[in-house]
């Protein structure tokens, strides 16, 4: 037996409706029940539940929960965290002669997955005991070209979290998702498995710890410029400056407001980095990647104004092009060799974490961060911008995006389990890059229903 069909011309479902029972329990029947935790959530308000739907075959009708029948034989998907709107408030009402109180309401939610008659959802009243309500009608609408469903809804019983109604209840539940609306609004799947699920509580702690970490830690609140740290000059890094802004907003920290941002007019300055290509997510960008950024003082710079506002700042040094594209413009200048400096590098000794990529390899150890020591080229190794082997775990994940890949949510946490360990100079170049990553991971990698 079909569960609902559709009518072309009409739009409307023609559903098979059970017969919902009310569940006469002490709770619901006392007159004197506080039933304020029924009509707390007005028209327009976002309703949190746990929403229970049936698992039906082809052939299946629809049937109201019934704690009688084995659990084989009546089965449940549990959404957890799920969002209903509400269209219609809860209305309580009296309706028979035993004043037994019965109490409906209506609401709406996205399609993320179809609703059935029967199929039911639990709520947490303010008096912390749980509603458990049951979908009694369905109708499929078009909302600004979404698909959304109008739903309508009994109070089956109140009951409470440790009843043998709820146990008998989750007993049925095979698969359980959690609803993330913030994946919906991106065009993500907003339904994830429970591994998915506290993956993402995790990522999404780590990214608020390191946003906050890096300014309290880098921050220069005299001048309000991130800086290179542990220098024995003063030196800024513009194009790492321009991607923090590009990756950082105020939801993240409101002291991305208040950082210093120069504006600086150098065609050679403003060259394709890496920088340009994260953001842009461009993997053929890297072969055009100016690698060769050194420090360079800006007294070989100060013809230019934009450079002088920095030394306001006392600002000695600026990240350059050591050797600057001349395909755009000859370089007036040849930078003399005793200009450019090289940074004064300092990392721990352990950078390996030892990994296995099946149950079937044997474990084996990378380098979770580029050795900053031994990089000739900028910020990545030489063979990353020539997408080659022996890349580290970062340098792997950051390809992995620049492909519109993936994310490895297990390589990820394992590099942030090492956060607190990375040099300052390590932190102010990858946390950048640590952040862009975490949030492509809390957008893309979940699970359909």
Same mark, same amino acid.
């Given at each position: 037996?079909?569960?609902?069909?559709?009518?072309?011309?009409?739009?409307?479902?023609?559903?098979?409706?059970?017969?919902?029972?009310?569940?006469?329990?002490?709770?619901?029947?006392?007159?004197?029940?506080?039933?304020?935790?029924?009509?707390?959530?007005?028209?327009?308000?976002?309703?949190?539940?746990?929403?229970?739907?049936?698992?039906?075959?082809?052939?299946?009708?629809?049937?109201?929960?019934?704690?009688?029948?084995?659990?084989?034989?009546?089965?449940?998907?549990?959404?957890?965290?799920?969002?209903?709107?509400?269209?219609?408030?809860?209305?309580?009402?009296?309706?028979?002669?035993?004043?037994?109180?019965?109490?409906?309401?209506?609401?709406?939610?996205?399609?993320?997955?179809?609703?059935?008659?029967?199929?039911?959802?639990?709520?947490?009243?303010?008096?912390?005991?749980?509603?458990?309500?049951?979908?009694?009608?369905?109708?499929?609408?078009?909302?600004?070209?979404?698909?959304?469903?109008?739903?309508?809804?009994?109070?089956?019983?109140?009951?409470?979290?440790?009843?043998?109604?709820?146990?008998?209840?989750?007993?049925?539940?095979?698969? &359980?998702?959690?609803?993330?609306?913030?994946?919906?609004?991106?065009?993500?799947?907003?339904?994830?498995?429970?591994?998915?699920?506290?993956?993402?509580?995790?990522?999404?702690?780590? $990214?608020?710890?390191?946003?906050?970490?890096?300014?309290?830690?880098?921050?220069?609140?005299?001048?309000?410029?991130?800086?290179?740290?542990?220098?024995?000059?003063? *030196?800024?890094?513009?194009?790492?400056?321009?991607?923090?802004?590009?990756?950082?907003?105020?939801?993240?920290?409101?002291?991305?407001?208040?950082?210093?941002?120069?504006?600086?007019?150098?065609?050679?300055?403003?060259?394709?980095?890496?920088?340009?290509?994260?953001?842009?997510?461009?993997?053929?960008?890297?072969?055009?990647?100016?690698?060769? $950024?050194?420090? &360079?003082?800006?007294?070989?710079?100060?013809?230019?104004?934009?450079?002088?506002?920095?030394?306001?700042?006392?600002?000695?040094?600026?990240?350059?092009?050591?050797?600057?594209?001349?395909?755009?413009?000859?370089?007036?200048?040849?930078?003399?060799?005793?200009? &450019? *400096?090289?940074?004064?590098?300092?990392?721990?000794?352990?950078?390996?974490?030892?990994?296995?990529?099946?149950?079937?390899?044997?474990?084996?150890?990378?380098?979770?961060?580029?050795?900053?020591?031994?990089?000739?080229?900028?910020?990545?190794?030489?063979?990353?911008?020539?997408?080659?082997?022996?890349?580290?775990?970062?340098?792997? @994940?950051?390809?992995?995006?620049?492909?519109?890949?993936?994310?490895?949510?297990?390589? $990820?946490?394992?590099?942030?389990?090492?956060?607190?360990?990375?040099?300052?100079?390590?932190?102010?170049?990858?946390?950048?890059?640590?952040?862009?990553?975490?949030?492509?991971? @809390?957008? &893309?990698?979940?699970?359909?229903?």
């Amino acid at each position: 037996m079909a569960i609902a069909s559709y009518n072309n011309s009409k739009s409307s479902l023609v559903q098979n409706e059970p017969n919902v029972p009310v569940y006469r329990t002490a709770l619901i029947n006392n007159r004197d029940t506080d039933i304020a935790g029924l009509v707390q959530y007005v028209s327009g308000s976002k309703w949190v539940v746990t929403y229970y739907s049936q698992l039906l075959g082809k052939d299946d009708g629809v049937e109201v929960f019934d704690n009688n029948i084995p659990d084989a034989l009546q089965q449940y998907t549990v959404i957890r965290d799920f969002l209903i709107l509400v269209d219609t408030p809860i209305s309580p009402q009296a309706y028979d002669v035993q004043n037994t109180m019965t109490s409906t309401g209506s609401g709406k939610y996205y399609n993320v997955f179809p609703p059935n008659i029967g199929d039911l959802f639990t709520a947490r009243l303010i008096n912390n005991n749980i509603g458990v309500f049951t979908i009694t009608s369905v109708e499929r609408m078009t909302y600004n070209k979404e698909t959304v469903y109008d739903i309508s809804y009994t109070l089956t019983t109140i009951t409470t979290e440790a009843s043998s109604y709820l146990n008998s209840l989750n007993n049925k539940a095979i698969r &359980t998702f959690y609803y993330d609306k913030n994946n919906y609004k991106l065009n993500a799947s907003p339904l994830l498995d429970p591994k998915e699920y506290q993956t993402k509580i995790s990522l999404g702690g780590s $990214l608020k710890k390191i946003i906050n970490s890096y300014f309290k830690e880098l921050l220069d609140t005299e001048t309000n410029l991130i800086l290179v740290p542990g220098q024995k000059y003063t *030196i800024y890094d513009y194009p790492l400056s321009e991607f923090l802004f590009k990756v950082i907003d105020s939801a993240d920290s409101p002291v991305i407001k208040e950082l210093y941002r120069p504006s600086i007019n150098d065609k050679y300055l403003n060259q394709y980095t890496i920088w340009d290509a994260i953001v842009n997510k461009d993997i053929e960008g890297l072969s055009k990647c100016n690698r060769d $950024l050194k420090p &360079t003082s800006l007294s070989i710079l100060n013809n230019n104004m934009s450079y002088r506002k920095l030394l306001y700042y006392n600002v000695s040094h600026i990240m350059y092009p050591s050797v600057p594209d001349n395909s755009i413009e000859v370089f007036p200048t040849v930078l003399p060799t005793n200009i &450019t *400096i090289p940074l004064t590098v300092t990392s721990p000794n352990n950078k390996n974490i030892n990994i296995s990529f099946s149950n079937i390899e044997p474990t084996t150890s990378l380098a979770y961060l580029p050795d900053m020591s031994a990089l000739t080229t900028y910020v990545f190794s030489s063979s990353f911008y020539n997408d080659g082997s022996g890349l580290t775990i970062l340098e792997t @994940l950051v390809l992995d995006y620049l492909k519109d890949k993936p994310i490895d949510s297990n390589l $990820l946490t394992l590099l942030l389990a090492k956060y607190d360990l990375w040099s300052r100079l390590e932190q102010y170049y990858y946390a950048p890059v640590v952040v862009i990553l975490i949030k492509h991971a @809390l957008t &893309t990698n979940s699970s359909y229903i």
